[in-house]
C-alpha cells in the first residue's frame, strides 16, 4: 500500500509537468527542465552510506526508444515512506553540498492520511518547489520543516559561504 501510494502522487505530479512542458517519462521518476534532470528517488529506507553514494554520483537513467542513456541528475529528491533513520538526515546535515542538490520528504504521515510531511529542502529546484506546492493543492499537505535541525543546517550552510 504504501508503495502504491508514493508511486500515485508522482504519478499525478508527472502528468502536471508534461503540462508545464516539462519532460517526463512514463516508467521512470524524474522530470527535465531545459537541460536539468530532477531525479525523484523513493524509499522505505536506506542505509547512510549507500544514500552517500548515489547522492555523490547523482546518476539517472533516460530510456530512449529501446535503450538507455545515464546522465547526471542535477538534482536529486528523495520521498520516504517511512521517517528516514536519523543517521542519514545527520549525513544529510553534515554534508552541505548535499542540501544544494538534495531534497529529502517524509511522505510517511501523508500515506497514513494525514496532512504534514516532513521536508529538507535547500535547493533552488523549480520542480520540487512545484512538487511541494502540488502536495499542498492536491493533497492538503503542510509542510513542516525538521526543525530541531534546521538551526544546525543554517549554521553549517552560514560556515561554508
Do not use: Q
Not at 117 to 144: A, I, M, Q
Amino acid at each position: 500500500m504504501k508503495a502504491s501510494k508514493v508511486w500515485e502522487i508522482l504519478k499525478k505530479f508527472k502528468e502536471l509537468c508534461k503540462l508545464r512542458g516539462w519532460k517526463t517519462a512514463e516508467s521512470e521518476d524524474w522530470v527535465e527542465t531545459g537541460n536539468e534532470y530532477h531525479s525523484f528517488l523513493w524509499a522505505k529506507s536506506i542505509h547512510p552510506s549507500s544514500f552517500r553514494s548515489i547522492v555523490t554520483n547523482r546518476k539517472c537513467v533516460v530510456r530512449e526508444g529501446l535503450s538507455y542513456r545515464v546522465v547526471e541528475a542535477s538534482y536529486i529528491a528523495w520521498l520516504f515512506s517511512e521517517t528516514p533513520p536519523e543517521g542519514l538526515v545527520n549525513l544529510f546535515i553534515e554534508n552541505p553540498d548535499f542540501s544544494k542538490k538534495v531534497a529529502l520528504y517524509d511522505l510517511s504521515p501523508v500515506i497514513k492520511g494525514e496532512n504534514a510531511c516532513l521536508k529538507l529542502n535547500y535547493t533552488d529546484s523549480p520542480v520540487f518547489r512545484e512538487f511541494e506546492r502540488f502536495l499542498e493543492n492536491e493533497f492538503g499537505v503542510k509542510f513542516e520543516e525538521y526543525a530541531f535541525l534546521k538551526h544546525d543546517l543554517e549554521d553549517t550552510l552560514a560556515e561554508i559561504t
